[in-house]
């Protein structure tokens, strides 16, 4: 970098030369041409960026608007503390913790198997494993990731359920262990990769600075790239738990619809997402009482996934500035 | 002294190797994984696959049931999701890396665009339903699904797009200004060219998401029993992922194997995608590699 950028010679050349690509585009971008084209063009990309904005805010205002309709008819309090959900016919009970809890198991289930196993890939495919493994293991966890949630559904049902009740008769049908298993799956290819970049962003010179001073490998691996890389592998397992809170076909196929607060995995469960399938296929009358369940629990479950994205998306940001 | 080192150094191999086996396990099971998923499947849908029942209408009778709307609804959907998507979210990544100051309004955009791919896809289901369906009347329709779909994926190929640009190296931008074009000049001859299908590849895996996306679908109501093909924009259809929902709900066995057969069709759609956008990643990375050497 050169310490008086504004006396040496002209912008491009001064901006080439410390590659600062934000000063060249804040000059650029105050001289913008004004042919009529080009402004059309301008403004048109513009509104196109603004969509995204627009998306958030009909999200959230729709959410909103229809959850404070549920709560003109039932208190906010029960709603937020009530351990029954029985949504269904004349006295309803609208406690939504059976519905948390039932999401909570599959997401710490699932989570019990996405990130170390996800965490193991990632240290393995950047640490140990030759080239050709590398590409080898890329288009196979791609192929992972890309598997639609409902196939993971059916195979939740069809090939690891009757495979727990043979380990076990007190399995039922429906229950959270095949759900957990699944969503676990379908969230390890999100953990490895988001963790192999953080582990790949750690400078060479780290690494090589730990072997310098005489560590062996499993050392320099587990108390230098790892530490170094900590927070990018955190971000990648609060994603994954976001996830599986997330995850609807794979857990209203496999978990069931019996929101219980038991904390038994051999049993069936309900999940928020789950909830809302549940009402949406069957024939709910828009304006009726359970039609704006789905709102709140909706609302739910998009504050619970965008605290966890935000953290997230927070750390990886910041971590990224580290090592640029 | 020594032997309290060698002891040391002992322990800390026996750690390394079991670490490497974890690590080398945890590998495998990913492998693992896929193997059994794609074999049960295979082994369950193999034999319901044949021609009969790519080629009928959705039944109540297993011997006769078949995917052929599916199929079309799906390739309607998302050609239509395509169409919508593509422009919108291509557009804002090119306005948010090559016109978009680093103001604190853009950054606020880009964290949005961040979170919003990381919203559940059953949030787009509801927002689809109550805009799309019931707000704008579209009805359980074609164009509602793909319109919600199409703001599915919008912040993927968003992201994508955003990354295959900052791929493109600032001197080439700046060869373009100093023979005096413009900025959209230089970004339809210079740039746009060349990441043209490093694109591509993340818009190809954005919509191979959306076929497999079945959540949001069931809310603003796919159709499972569509007897026709949709000849319009305003029709009810039906898509694989959600017949393959319904059979698998359904009681009777004969049906989960359809389910299968199903699910092997909607993978081999899915890896014939996958395969063109890793042929083009590729291209792409050779061509961006040529250019830095």
């Known amino acids: 970098m050169v310490e008086n950028k504004e006396s040496s010679g002209n912008l491009l050349t001064q901006a080439v030369s410390c590659g600062d690509r934000s000063k060249v585009f804040s000059r650029f971008g105050q001289r913008p041409s004004y042919s009529f084209k080009e402004r059309a063009i301008r403004y048109t990309l513009r509104s196109f960026s603004w969509t995204t904005i627009g998306v958030t805010l009909f999200i959230v205002s729709i959410l909103f608007w229809d959850a404070i309709e549920l709560f003109r008819q039932y208190s906010l309090f029960d709603f937020l503390t009530g351990t029954k959900w029985e949504p269904f016919g004349e006295s309803k009970k609208l406690g939504i913790l059976p519905l948390v809890s039932g999401t909570l ?85 999100l953990v490895s990769s988001i963790s192999a970049e953080a582990i790949r962003a750690v400078p060479l010179s780290i690494r090589n600075a730990a072997y310098a001073v005489g560590m062996n490998k499993f050392n320099v691996v587990t108390k230098v790239i790892v530490p170094s890389a900590i927070s990018g592998i955190i971000a990648s397992f609060i994603l994954a738990f976001a996830r599986a809170v997330g995850e609807t076909m794979a857990v209203t196929l496999a978990a069931g619809a019996s929101p219980n607060m038991e904390w038994n995995y051999f049993i069936g469960i309900q999940t928020m997402t789950a909830f809302i399938v549940q009402i949406s296929l069957g024939d709910t009358p828009a304006g009726s009482m359970e039609y704006y369940t789905i709102y709140a629990v909706g609302l739910m479950l998009f504050l619970i996934t965008f605290i966890f994205n935000m953290i997230a998306t927070t750390i990886i940001k910041r971590y990224r500035e580290i090592y640029k | 002294m020594k032997n309290e080192f060698n002891k040391t150094k002992a322990k800390y191999a026996i750690f390394g190797v079991l670490f490497q086996t ?47 709307a599916a199929i079309v609804g799906t390739f309607y959907m ?28 853009i950054r606020f955009v880009k964290l949005n665009i961040q979170n919003l791919a990381g919203v559940p896809s059953i949030i787009y289901g509801i927002l689809g339903l109550t805009l799309f369906v019931r707000f704008m009347d579209l009805g ?52 746009l060219p060349m990441v043209a299908t490093g694109m591509s590849t993340g818009v190809i895996l954005a919509l191979s998401r959306a076929i497999g996306e079945s959540a949001p679908l069931v809310m603003v109501g796919a159709l499972t029993y569509v007897a026709f093909l949709p000849s319009g924009l305003l029709d009810s259809f039906g898509v694989l992922s959600i017949q393959i929902y319904n059979w698998s709900s359904f009681p009777q066995k004969e049906f989960h194997a359809l389910a299968a057969s199903s699910i092997i069709v909607l993978l081999a759609m899915l890896f014939v995608l996958n395969v063109i956008a890793i042929g083009l990643r590729m291209y792409f990375q050779n061509k961006i590699r040529g250019i830095n050497r």
């Open chain 1, 105 to 189: 198991m599959i997401a710490i289930g699932a989570s019990l198997i996405s990130l170390p196993l996800g965490f193991g890939t990632a240290v393995y495919l950047t640490q140990y494993a030759s080239k050709q493994m590398d590409s080898l293991m890329t288009p196979i966890i791609e192929i992972l990731s890309g598997i639609p949630t409902v196939v993971f559904g059916y195979f939740a049902l069809f090939a690891v359920t009757p495979f727990l009740q043979k380990l076990n008769g007190n399995v039922e049908l429906f229950n959270a262990t095949s759900a957990s298993i699944v969503v676990g799956i379908s969230c390890i290819p």
């Open chain 2, 22 to 68: 974890f690590c080398l396990a945890a590998n495998f099971s990913v492998i693992l994984f896929l193997v059994i998923l794609l074999g049960d499947i295979l082994i369950q849908g193999y034999s319901t696959l044949n021609w009969n029942f790519l080629t009928s209408y959705p039944s109540r009778f297993h011997d006769k049931a078949g995917i052929l």
């Open chain 2, 140 to 191: 359980r329709s074609l164009l509602a699904a793909s319109l919600t779909m199409a703001l599915l994926i919008l912040p993927i190929i968003t992201i994508a797009s955003q990354e295959a640009l900052r791929a493109v190296p600032q001197s080439f931008r700046l060869a373009g200004y100093g023979l005096g074009l413009t900025r959209w000049q230089v970004i339809q001859h210079q740039v």
């Open chain 2, 78 to 105: 998302m050609l239509l999701t395509a169409f919508i998507s593509v422009p919108l979210g291509v557009g804002a990544a090119i306005y948010l890396e090559e016109y978009a100051r680093e103001t604190r309004f």
